[in-house]
């Protein structure tokens, strides 16, 4: 069986390790864990890693479409590589919780995220599993995109690799032994 992780984020030296590309960090980190040599292979709509894990294939995948467009990344991967929706997996940036909450749906709306709803009219579907990460709301009004496009600050980096970690945790979880199980054993911690 495989797996299709896809960490949202855009390219480009502008975006790195910006609260909107925790999804590639997350994704990267995970990498890192299963080889020396982490490089992401050049692909259509994306760069591309492989692994195996407990007889599974994983496939992480850093779209090239930037964080609004991701849909037609989603879409592409998922027919490429013969995936069905039950085991493709997001990884986002979330506003609306605290930083560092680590939260698995398997289905949901948006929540005003322009990445999840391009992904949910590309694929007609919003029943796909995500992993949403707090990068939380302190922020001014108007100040949304300067938020989730700047850096962090010195607190949250000291928690930053633990719950980068911690996302990591439930992506092998996910793969293995589903979202349910990874909703109730990893949600709230």
Request: proline share 1%; aromatic share 8%.
């Amino acid at each position: 069986m495989s797996s299709l992780i896809i960490g949202l984020g855009n390219m480009g030296a502008d975006y790195e390790h910006t609260r909107h590309n925790i999804g590639f960090d997350i994704v990267d980190d995970l990498a890192k864990e299963f080889t020396s040599d982490t490089t992401f292979e050049q692909a259509r709509l994306g760069d591309r890693y492989k692994f195996r894990t407990k007889g599974r294939t994983v496939t992480l995948i850093k779209p090239s479409t930037y964080v609004n467009l991701s849909g037609k990344a989603v879409s592409y991967w998922m027919q490429k590589d013969k995936v069905r929706i039950d085991n493709v997996l997001i990884v986002t940036d979330d506003i609306a919780l605290p930083f560092g909450t680590l939260r698995m749906r398997a289905s949901g709306n948006d929540g005003g995220h322009n990445g999840l709803k391009n992904i949910n009219e590309t694929l007609g579907s919003k029943n796909y599993a995500r992993l949403r990460f707090g990068v939380g709301g302190d922020y001014q009004r108007g100040q949304q995109i300067d938020h989730v496009l700047g850096t962090w600050n010195d607190q949250e980096k000291e928690l930053l690799v633990e719950r980068i970690k911690m996302a990591g945790e439930m992506i092998l979880s996910f793969c293995t032994s589903g979202v349910d199980r990874t909703m109730s054993n990893f949600n709230n911690k």
